[in-house]
Nanobody
């Protein structure tokens, strides 16, 4: 199994910045795409940003120009630098990794427990 542990959420004022981090551990053969998703109560989880092992990134339109995703393949970590935060960025943010635990086992999605981001004055 792969465990994902997030950190860095909290309360920030509008216009402020926050950095989320996520570390993967456990039985890891290879991690492919890593990313961040957000979810409000009663709503579907939606993309914030993803990054491939090779560094190719994909951002939701609402994230472009304000958020930057990065990863360290050697440390199995992914980070999300968020700036110019707005009240509607408030949500629970989840770390995701598409990973394989050993040869011959299909890659699957793993999720962190979520970290609350609140943007409010």
């Amino acid at each position: 199994q792969v465990q994902l542990v997030e950190s860095g959420g909290g309360l920030v004022q509008p216009g402020g910045s926050l950095r989320l981090s996520c570390a993967a551990s456990g039985t890891i053969f290879s991690i492919y795409t890593m990313g961040w998703y957000r979810q409000a109560l009663g709503k579907q989880r939606e993309l914030v940003a993803t990054i491939t092992r090779g560094g190719n990134t994909n951002y939701a339109d609402s994230s472009k120009g304000r958020f930057t995703i990065s990863r360290d393949n050697a440390k199995n970590t992914v980070s999300l630098q968020m700036s110019s935060l707005k009240p509607n960025d408030t949500d629970v943010y989840y770390c995701n990794a598409v990973a394989r635990t050993r040869v011959g086992v299909p890659a699957r999605d793993y999720w962190g427990q979520g970290t609350q981001v609140t943007v409010s004055s």
